[in-house]
């Protein structure tokens, strides 16, 4: 095991993730083909059934692109892989007030687990827009509200494509939007409640966020306050007879679009059964109007959780917890399951993991990375090569590690994801009450940059998990804790790291 402290002696100044490759934060060349395994760079999803699809294209409502802020720059249009911008919209970067603070000076670096843990220094409460830094991690601290507010998941990100907006979920489940300049009791209520809304910033506009209303995904404008529909599963040719759609679900309300908010996945339930099942899987491009339909096979319920991959050529779904005794497919699913977007291939990824999400490699390859329970690591699986990589090893005493959220929506800080460890049983495991970056490669190798503890304490759900989730280019981490307070669920208040552009492509 190697720890040791980096010092970073420069400033990266006004840095957007190019396509260039060697520390520019984003593989390739626009518009090159990725010689991997399979892959099929840039191209889209037909626009009519393929084989094994259960609906052909149709019109539908397309979605009407990128309308950026006046003061964000350009749009991201160009594509690198499948749905994947080639580089996001600037984020602004960490204020003199982080500098002041003494934070993002250095960074704790290890390549393996530490039988002593990292101590968590006292640190007191900020308050709201405080720029504090973590006492034993360095990163730079911000308390984005009080007390009554928390992220809403690891799987999905709480800011929008700038990062000028905060998307925030009140103690109870309604949602709001908060703005990055205007930290504290967040006042702009959105539409949606509840976390079966599920909703979700577009990947290239910071004006707009999507979310769920029945049968309907909602495309919504927040400087006007308005909404219009992006698709209406009840006209998917694919769903024809089934008697009407009666509920409609982003993942069990853990799902997200691709990385340019193109292509979408839900698990669709019918009044009727249609395919043998009232149980189906519908994925959809708001682009061109295209969805398809696969029935699930007789007998079979929903996984506890799916979401569509970065670059939106794969529909993942995960059976949580329950292990799979055979090998999947399409028509006996069990385990981890990769199907194409248009249903007319599918593979088991995994037999057996607890929380999981979808990444991208450093060679733009999907990533699906998982906590498996049986080897007790972090692990990543390639969905082109379908190659297991052994990431990082949790316990540190042979003890089962449960409870680990993966975020991996840095799609323009490739080959990385963020790990948030639980408040309990936290004296077994070597990222002991903290935030990590995990590097995607095998654990003898992978590098572990340890941002910060989260200074949650409990063992109730919501104060219990911080429930850490990363921006696109992994400049900003949100997440929630009560600060060792009530474990009551209005005591979490949301925290945020302002981290400088490429940190990680310096270490």
């Known amino acids: 095991m190697q720890v040791r402290t980096l010092v970073v002696c420069f400033w990266v100044v006004g840095v957007t993730m190019g396509c260039g ?17 399979g892959r099929d760079v840039g191209a889209q999803p037909p626009t009519d059934g393929a084989a094994g699809s259960d609906a052909a294209g149709a019109p539908g409502q397309a979605d009407a692109g990128p309308v950026p802020a006046s003061d964000a720059g350009p749009a991201p249009t160009a ?30 670096v290890s390549t393996g687990p530490s039988t002593t843990g990292y101590p968590e220094s006292s640190l007191a409460l900020p308050g709201v827009g405080v720029r504090v830094a973590d006492p034993d991690l360095h990163s730079c601290m911000v308390q984005a509200t009080p007390a009554g507010w928390m992220n809403g998941y690891a799987r999905f990100s709480a800011f929008n494509a700038d990062s000028s907006r905060m998307l925030v979920r009140k103690s109870g ?28 910033w577009h990947g290239r506009d910071p004006d707009v966020l999507f979310y769920l209303s029945g049968a309907k995904l909602m495309r919504y404008q927040v400087s006007s306050g308005t909404s219009t ?52 899987y519908l994925t959809a491009d708001l682009q061109t109007g295209t969805t398809w339909v696969h029935h699930l096979p007789s007998g079979h319920g929903f996984p506890d959780n799916s979401s569509i ?63 498996s329970n049986s080897t007790d ?30 975020s991996g929506g840095n799609w323009a800080m490739p080959g990385w994801v963020l790990l948030s460890q639980d408040s309990y049983s936290w004296n077994t495991h070597y990222l002991t009450r903290q935030i990590v970056a995990v590097e995607l490669k095998d654990a003898a190798v992978a590098r572990v940059v340890h941002l910060a503890h989260h200074r949650t304490r409990s063992t109730q759900y919501w104060t219990k998990e911080s429930h850490a989730a990363v921006n696109a280019d992994f400049t900003r981490v949100a997440w929630h804790t009560n600060w060792g307070g009530s474990e009551a669920e209005g005591a979490n208040m949301m925290f945020f790291l302002e981290l400088p552009p490429g940190f990680l492509n310096h270490l």
């Open 79 to 108: 594509d690198c892989f499948g749905d994947v911008p080639c580089a996001p919209i600037a984020v602004k970067q960490p204020g003199a007030a982080c500098a002041a603070a003494g934070a993002n000076t250095s960074w704790v």
């Open 309 to 371: 991959s970065l670059t939106g050529k794969y529909f993942i779904t995960n059976s949580q917890g329950n292990a799979c005794g055979g090998t999947g497919t399409i028509t006996s699913p069990c385990g981890v399951m990769a199907y194409t977007i248009t249903f007319d291939r599918a593979f088991m990824v995994h037999p057996d993991a607890g929380h999981s999400d979808e990444a991208l490699g450093a060679d733009g390859h999907d990533v699906e990375v998982v906590k």
């Open 229 to 280: 529909v992006a698709l209406d599963a009840n006209t998917a040719p694919g769903l024809a007879g089934c008697g009407g759609v009666s509920s409609l679900s982003l993942g069990g309300s853990e799902g997200d679009g691709s990385a340019g908010s193109r292509f979408w996945g839900f698990m669709v339930t019918t009044s009727s059964s249609c395919g043998g099942n009232t149980n189906h």
């Open 173 to 200: 489940g309604a949602w709001f939007v908060l703005d990055y300049a205007n930290l504290g009791t967040p006042t702009r209520a959105i539409p949606p409640s509840g976390d079966d809304a599920a909703p979700r």
């Open 21 to 37: 490759g060697g520390g520019s934060g984003h593989p390739g060349t626009g518009g090159s083909t990725d010689a991997g395994p």
């Open 377 to 406: 690591y972090i692990e990543a699986i390639d969905l082109e090569t379908q190659v297991t990589t052994r990431v990082a090893p949790l316990s540190i005493n042979g003890t089962a590690a449960w409870d680990f959220h993966i």
